[in-house]
């Protein structure tokens, strides 16, 4: 149980162009979901927290006009890197909460966008 | 304020060696302490949790962690290491009451097994 589903997992796009991922829960409901942005041989970098039917919360030094995050259902949340430059490229996850105190973050395999 | 610290970012031991990976935490309240696993170009693998009880957690493939509350340390222990044990390792620590939803990770320990 608990999967997290993300695509694409493999993404190349031209410089000026938007990509959209999505981070979908399969079989339980999503009330926040969190993305990722991981750097080569770096932690994760949380970029912002997405709540069902409510505006994202970005983190510091994210641009929100660049990264747009819609949640529109309990099961989906959506990532669109808006006029996408070489330096967005990175590896970006997905995570999950079942909104319970104990449980664990479950996360999508993540996606690997390459700018060019 | 939460945090961890894994202050190894690399861990290398021979196979069917006991491994070792160390975490250390900072917390305000109850510590919900997380360890996660991430093979090359994956997500993250949920391993094993500590919310109360028991100091010693045991999690998936043979993996168990130790609570340490006067060290406030959270390692990670395998009696006998795998070559597919070979991962990048993250500790996480859960916000405090009113954010417990968000997640603070470690900045990752690379773990080499060898044949």
């Known amino acids: 149980g608990a999967v997290v589903s993300q695509h694409p997992s493999r993404v190349i796009c031209k410089s000026g162009t938007s990509v959209k991922i999505e981070c979908r829960s399969l079989d339980f409901q999503a009330t926040t979901m969190f993305w990722y942005r991981q750097f080569p041989k770096q932690s994760l970098m949380l970029m912002a927290t997405?709540?069902?039917?409510?505006?994202?919360?970005?983190e510091q030094g994210v641009e929100k006009d660049k990264f747009l995050i819609n949640h529109a259902s309990l099961t989906l949340s959506t990532l669109t890197v808006t006029s996408a430059h070489p330096e967005d490229s990175s590896f970006y996850i997905c995570s999950a909460s079942q909104g319970q105190e104990y449980s664990p973050l479950h996360f999508g395999n993540g996606t690997r966008l390459t700018v060019t | 304020a939460q945090s961890v610290a894994q202050p190894e970012d690399q861990v290398n031991v021979a196979e069917g060696n006991p491994l070792t990976v160390k975490c250390t935490y900072s917390?305000?309240?109850?510590?919900?302490l997380f360890w996660y696993v991430q093979y090359p170009n994956r997500g993250l693998q949920f391993l094993l949790k500590?919310?109360?009880?028991?100091?010693l957690v045991k999690g998936s493939y043979g993996f168990e962690a130790e609570f340490n509350k006067s060290q406030t340390s959270f390692h990670l222990k395998k009696p006998s290491a795998l070559v597919s044990d070979s991962a990048l390792y993250f500790c996480?620590?859960?916000?405090?009451?009113?954010?417990?939803?968000?997640?603070?990770f470690g900045s990752g320990t690379k773990l080499n097994v060898k044949p």
């Open positions: 997405s709540n069902e039917g409510s505006k994202a919360t970005y």
């Open positions: 917390v305000s309240g109850n510590p919900y």
């Open positions: 500590y919310i109360t009880g028991d100091n």
């Open positions: 996480a620590v859960r916000g405090a009451q009113y954010n417990f939803n968000k997640f603070y």
